[in-house]
């Protein structure tokens, strides 16, 4: 089977060489999971590129804080990956459940891909590692 990228992080593998993405809902997922990750200004020639979630971390993490958030995501998928559609972002913390660390934050992405008839979703928990 022909491959479109490689997996990222980068990992060995027999077949291939290195693990590569080779459907179209993986290389979206990633592509994805790195708009939402990447910071503005960490992109080359591309300012503003970027949700840049961990910058929220020292944020009060209020609605108000989760409603910036979502809208900036929306933003990015508009103006980067206007192919997919936003279903539901959610936000947990510590409150919520008691699994999340103190300096955590769990964010659920659900998207479609309309082209392709399918629904996917991401899973990040961001933490600050110096507490």
Known sequence: MASLSPALPLTLDKKDGYKMNKNIKDVIKQ???????????ERIMLPNFGVGLRRFLFEPMTTIQFGKIESRIQNQIEQYMPF??????????????????????SVSVRYAIPSINTIDEINLRLYNKEF
């Open 84 to 105: 997919l559609s936003l279903i539901e972002v959610k936000f947990l913390t510590q409150e919520q459940d008691p699994s999340v660390l103190l300096n955590e934050v």
């Open 31 to 41: 592509n994805f999971k790195m708009l939402v990750l990447t910071s503005p200004g």
